[in-house]
């Protein structure tokens, strides 16, 4: 049986998320979403709210759980008892970030493969960084994150 490991921000979860999400979760028997608690950079969302969105959000994926971890990603897929971790591609510059994260956690567990999905090209633009700026000024993030999502942020934003 094969276990892997999506972790992330999750500040919000955008669509592109999801895309990758669902597609992850035909490809392994179960699929943890590991939200990373403390980033060193301050999130909008409590933890909470980002595992709370994304149970929503996946909540008819049956083979989907949420979960949050602190610390090194790869004592997380230790203790998940995982043997893959996941990552989303959407640009060249996301892989020349990401292959040294990779290698890196290839070093430190051995077990634990990195597979890199490419995103699907109508999603390639969002981020949840971006999200987040169009919010501060009142952009439309409708096309960018789930209906629930969109509604959640207007909400806690007041806009
Ligand atoms: O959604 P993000 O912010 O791009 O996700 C980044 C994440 C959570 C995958 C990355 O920051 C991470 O794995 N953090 C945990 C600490 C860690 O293990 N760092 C890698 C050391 S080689």
Not at 34 to 60: A, H, Y
């Amino acid at each position: 049986m094969s276990r892997a490991v999506f972790p992330g921000s999750f500040d919000p979860v955008t669509n592109g998320h999801v895309d990758l999400i669902r597609r992850a979760a035909e490809i392994f028997d179960e699929l943890v979403l590991g939200v990373l608690v403390n980033s060193g950079k301050e999130p909008l969302l409590t933890t909470e709210e980002r595992i709370g969105l994304l149970e929503q959000v996946t909540g008819d994926i049956p083979n989907v759980q949420v979960a949050s971890f602190d610390g090194l990603l790869i004592d997380f897929v230790d203790r998940m008892e995982a043997d893959v971790i996941v990552r989303g591609l959407r640009t060249p510059a996301d892989y020349e970030y990401e292959l040294p994260l990779a290698q890196a956690n290839y070093r430190l567990n051995r077990k634990a493969d990195t597979v890199f999905l490419a995103t699907a090209p109508e999603y390639s633009y969002i981020s949840s960084s971006g999200v987040k700026e169009l919010l501060r000024y009142q952009g439309d993030i409708s096309q960018m994150v789930p209906a629930c999502v969109a509604g959640y942020m207007k909400e806690k934003l007041n806009t």
